[in-house]
């Protein structure tokens, strides 16, 4: 669904990525894990569109892109729950929904009836301003809002970081039943390892911008995976 091949991306004179080559699949949960500052925002980034690759190649549906926006990559149904969530505090939470419109033909702008199926709270707060609502709430709002797009490809940037326990259980609810659809490919950036294992099809572990782990969890291993990452948070 979304493959990037070999890709490399610098700010500045900073090179952030280093070959990176990652696919996501329609009905899984590709997982990119690592310590704060290896690369994986930098990367939710370019597949977002939100910041031009210096090389390597991005192919969505098979199709291979050239420089593309953020706004022309929602429009062929990538949509991105940002890290920090990202809402409008100014507007209500139904004006935020309604910001995704803009990449959807007119016949289609309206908010579907299974968002306030997964996240009730919206439909009760549809006319309170994002930014009164409480953490949980805003990450229900920006997963909400990437969702009314109808993406073929969810990224998702760290959507349990302080959040309370029922809502990331609600949270992975979601995710599970949106992956059982068999039509999404998810990309999930998480640092909370047993909600990232408990939802993972495939991991990629990322240190300094590369990608030095990679497989299932039949190959990788619970435990193995686990000590890799602690002893990497270690070093």
Excluded at 119 to 148: H, K, Y
Excluded at 151 to 167: A, C, F, H, K, S
């Amino acid at each position: 669904m979304i493959e990037a091949e070999n890709v490399t991306l610098h700010y500045g004179g900073s090179q952030i990525l280093h070959g990176v080559t990652l696919a996501a699949e329609p009905g899984r949960v590709t997982c990119v894990m690592g310590n704060n500052g290896v690369g994986k925002t930098s990367l939710m980034n370019l597949l977002a569109g939100r910041h031009p690759r210096s090389g390597g190649e991005l192919r969505l549906m098979g199709e291979r892109l050239g420089r593309i926006t953020a706004q022309d990559m929602a429009r062929r149904g990538v949509g991105y729950v940002p890290q920090g969530r990202a809402i409008f505090p100014m507007l209500t939470v139904r004006e935020n929904l309604e910001t995704g419109f803009g990449c959807l033909p007119p016949g289609q702008r309206r908010v579907p009836d299974e968002i306030y199926d997964n996240f009730p709270v919206l439909a009760e707060m549809a006319q309170r301003r994002g930014g009164d609502l409480s953490g949980g709430q805003q990450q229900q709002l920006a997963i909400a809002r990437a969702l009314v797009i109808r993406p073929r490809v969810l990224l998702m940037d760290e959507p349990t970081e302080g959040i309370q326990p029922n809502i990331i259980a609600q949270i992975g609810r979601v995710i599970e039943s949106l992956r059982a659809g068999g039509e999404m490919a998810i990309v999930l950036v998480e640092q909370y390892f047993d909600f990232a294992w408990e939802l993972g099809d495939r991991f990629a572990l990322l240190e300094r911008g590369s990608v030095v782990i990679e497989g299932t969890p039949d190959t990788l291993g619970r435990e193995a995976l686990h000590q890799r990452l602690a002893s990497l948070a270690a070093a």
